[in-house]
């Protein structure tokens, strides 16, 4: 029996496809993209290069969509993990979310995504399963290097470089990615920072069919100083500390920039909530800011407790205070190490993850706030990476195929 063919139909995308054999039948658009959805990951990134025709369909809007829907039921913790000392490269591994607190798995095996090459990247953001990177690069017709800002999708591979900013200030540049729910887009956020104030503000819409380009936007409110380097981004809003600099006593204020319509709001707090050492997170859809007894973005052996406080209204910038007791055998199973707060998740627990990878086990830790308990997942697969590395944990990342350039 002679093997089946398959026609090249890129050139019309409403085509069926066909296949060449004896029992022929002609297989719809709709079914290839439900055949698609059921793929895993690395099967849809092989697709690509099958053919014109599934090369075009994988870049449809409405396969994207749907996938995208898809991904959000399951979302994954997302570990970027950088070798020490070289910084030449950045590794990213995945596993499920825990959507339920009754779950006992004591163990988890990582997904290996790929890994994207760096000089000497810094920090990075996730949003939507995109990740923004700060890298210091040579950049094509220039010969010493300089700050930039890499956009990667460990699902896909896309890695590109955002272009730099038309200012004519040489000063600090602090960059932010964001996503709007709503349009289904991601920004980033820039601004021209001296060591007292933000000033130049720019924004950049990726994905879309223009040519990357900045745009310059107005704050709009007061003067706010220099922006820390941690964000956050809920419901399409993206949130930063800062110190606002038109008051007599210097209050301390929460960013709020909306992706969708680009403008800026803020909210008034105490310094406990911006301290530099607190931690900003999604607690159900609200803004909140998480702090150990000790004033650190970590726990270790010896604390006690922890707080969170959470924003419940943001026009009346009201907040309710939260403290959380470490049970009894705590000291016991964090093992010496310094454990940092990465957020919560859909079931009302808080992450916390170690910033190092040096020895084997590696484990999360998941505190419930309903229950007051406290449990310890191992990550499996990381030890395939040979030496030092430093880990940056992401709650609620999502495998998002869409590409963006």
């Known amino acids: 029996m002679k093997s089946p063919r398959y026609n090249d139909v890129s050139e019309n995308p409403q085509t069926i496809l066909r296949c060449h054999s004896r029992y022929s039948s002609p297989i719809s658009i709709d079914l290839i993209i439900e055949i698609l959805l059921r793929l895993p990951l690395n099967s849809i990134a092989r697709c690509r290069c099958v053919s014109k025709l599934l090369a075009s369909i994988l870049v449809r ?26 910084n030449d490269v950045m590794f990213y591994f995945s596993t499920p979310q825990p959507q339920n607190p009754d779950e006992n798995s004591s163990t988890i095996v990582a997904n290996y995504h790929m890994s994207f090459p760096f000089d000497s ?7 939507s399963g995109f990740v923004c990177t700060d890298d210091f690069r040579v950049i094509k017709g220039q010969k010493t290097p300089r700050r930039v800002w890499v956009i990667c999708n460990p699902s896909t591979g896309q890695s590109f470089t955002l272009p730099k900013m038309k200012t004519r200030k040489r000063i600090w540049i602090r960059c932010f990615l964001g996503y ?45 100083g220099y922006p ?4 956050i981004c809920i419901n399409g809003v993206l949130y930063f500390k800062a110190k606002a600099k038109n008051s007599s006593n210097g209050d301390y204020i929460i960013v709020c920039f909306d ?18 050492r607190a931690t900003l997170v999604n607690y159900n859809g609200k803004l909140a800011s998480v702090i150990s007894q000790s004033h650190y973005h970590f ?31 705590w ?3 964090s093992a010496g190490q310094n454990l940092y707060f990465v957020g919560v998740t859909g079931a009302d627990e808080i992450v916390l993850c170690p ?50 350039k």
């Open 61 to 86: 809007l409405d396969f994207t969509d749907s996938f995208l829907a898809s991904s959000l039921s399951r979302p994954q913790v997302l570990f970027a993990c950088q070798k020490q000392f070289t």
């Open 121 to 127: 990247p810094s920090r990075c953001s996730a949003v």
């Open 180 to 224: 709007d729910p709503i349009e289904k887009q991601h920004k980033a956020l820039a601004m021209t920072s001296q060591v007292t104030k933000a000033e130049d503000h720019q924004v950049l819409t990726l994905g879309g069919t223009d040519k990357l380009a900045w745009r310059r936007i107005e704050c709009g409110i007061p003067q706010y």
């Open 228 to 231: 820390g380097p941690r964000n």
């Open 259 to 276: 992706v969708r319509s680009e403008k800026y709001n803020f909210v008034k707090v105490m310094e406990r909530l911006v301290h530099p």
């Open 299 to 329: 726990i270790y052996d010896t604390t006690r407790s922890f707080e969170m406080w959470v924003l419940q209204d943001s026009e009346k910038q009201e907040w309710s205070k939260h403290i959380y007791i470490l049970p009894p055998l």
């Open 331 to 333: 000291k016991h199973i």
């Open 355 to 404: 910033k190092s990878l040096f020895r084997e086990p590696f484990y999360v830790y998941y505190y419930n706030l309903k229950r007051g308990t406290i449990r310890r997942v191992e990550i499996q697969g990381l030890e395939k990476l040979e030496g030092s590395y430093t880990v940056d944990t992401f709650l609620n990342h999502v495998e998002d195929v869409k590409i963006l």
